[in-house]
């Protein structure tokens, strides 16, 4: 079966940067969008940026250049590399799989990492 599991998460100061990974198992990358989404405390769980099937890259609006969604094919693992960080982005972050190569269906998801940015 797939899976994914994550780490890189921590607690880090204003201003400073975290690389989330995510490795899979189970499943090639070749052709599947994958993701990052996070959820804070109160709030409803929210995009952050993918990696289409063709290579293609899209961001949230609030990302503001700040993070750099990448994968190493050869690994199966994907990144995110985030910098400027802002008390705002705390957050549990998750990585996702679409479990279709013709349009984007999440449903391969990682147990989650906690980023916490302190002020």
């Known amino acids: 079966q797939v899976q994914l599991v994550q780490s890189g998460g921590g607690l880090v100061q204003t201003g400073g940067s975290l690389r989330l990974s995510c490795a899979v198992s189970g499943r090639t990358f070749s052709g599947y969008t994958r993701g990052w989404f996070r959820q804070a405390p109160g709030k409803e769980r929210e995009f952050v940026a993918q990696?289409?099937?063709?290579?293609?890259?899209w961001y949230q609006d609030f990302v503001g250049g700040r993070f750099i969604i990448s994968g190493d094919n050869a690994k199966t693992t994907m990144y995110l590399q985030m910098n400027s960080l802002k008390p705002e982005d705390t957050a549990l972050y998750y990585c996702a799989m679409s479990s279709s190569s013709t349009e984007v269906r999440y449903d391969y998801w990682g147990q989650g990492t906690q980023v916490t940015v302190s002020s």
């Open positions: 990696i289409g099937g063709d290579g293609s890259m």
